[in-house]
């Protein structure tokens, strides 16, 4: 019975491997993310080459990667990442200007479906006077970043401010298996103001795609089998 019980492990095991990725993406901060070699999976995808870097005016106040946490978004056809930080200038308290840069490539595995949408969004955010908010995100669609070399660039920003809101933005595209992004996060305070933001949201949205026959009949066999043993386990 154990064999038995063991073979019927192995069918299931085999039609669900194509599904199988690198360890989930963890709900910590951007310090764990930025280790040499790290890379992290939410459903079919896979995450990686994650860098970061925060600055200030005048130095020495800028987030560290540490002060940035990272909640991964395991909605399904949406996935994607949450970050959040105390960002905050103004010129009351002498810190002019703060800006963090955060970069990463995700990458479609094997049997997976495709990126054709991505989204950027800010909240938890608010600005006086001259205080100024600004996230501009540059992607590049098939190919790695700086060069972007036989890939394509696009472009999205949010920001708030008393020239106007835009917290959201988004653009489609044909569906890529590759997406290499960079985001530079910025907070002014000018003349006379101050900023502040906690929330800052990217996904990308995937092609809806039917599962491959073959993986079907493997799965469907799996649960066929299964079905069979337990109707004679249970003398049905």
Excluded at 76 to 96: K, R, V
Excluded at 127 to 135: E, M, R
Aim: charged share 10%; with cysteine; hydrophobic share 40%.
């Amino acid at each position: 019975m154990k064999r038995a019980v063991f073979a019927l492990l192995v069918v299931l095991g085999a039609s669900l491997a194509g599904f199988a990725g690198v360890n989930p993406c963890p709900t910590s901060t951007y310090d764990v993310y930025i280790v040499s070699g790290f890379e992290c999976g939410i459903g079919d995808k896979t995450f990686a080459d994650f860098m970061y870097s925060g600055t200030s005016n005048p130095p020495g106040f800028g987030i560290p990667a540490g002060g940035v946490a990272v909640t991964p978004i395991t909605t399904g056809g949406n996935p994607g990442f949450q970050f959040s930080a105390g960002w905050f200038s103004s010129t009351s308290s002498g810190i002019l200007e703060e800006t963090s840069t955060i970069q990463y490539s995700a990458n479609v595995n094997p049997g997976g479906a495709l990126i054709n949408d991505l989204s950027l969004s800010i909240g938890a955010l608010s600005f006086t006077g001259t205080g100024f908010i600004g996230v501009s995100e540059t992607a590049c669609l098939g190919a790695m970043l700086p060069s972007c070399s036989g890939g394509q660039i696009l472009t999205l920003s949010v920001s708030d401010s008393s020239s106007g809101s835009k917290l959201f933005d988004s653009a489609s595209f044909a569906g890529v298996s590759e997406v290499d992004l960079q985001e530079g996060i910025t907070l002014q305070a000018g003349t006379n103001g101050s900023a502040s933001l906690s929330l800052v949201t990217n996904q990308f949205s995937e092609v809806q795609q039917t599962p491959e026959p073959g993986t079907l009949s493997m799965l469907g066999l799996g649960v066929i089998a299964v079905a069979g043993f337990a109707r004679r386990k249970l003398g049905l």
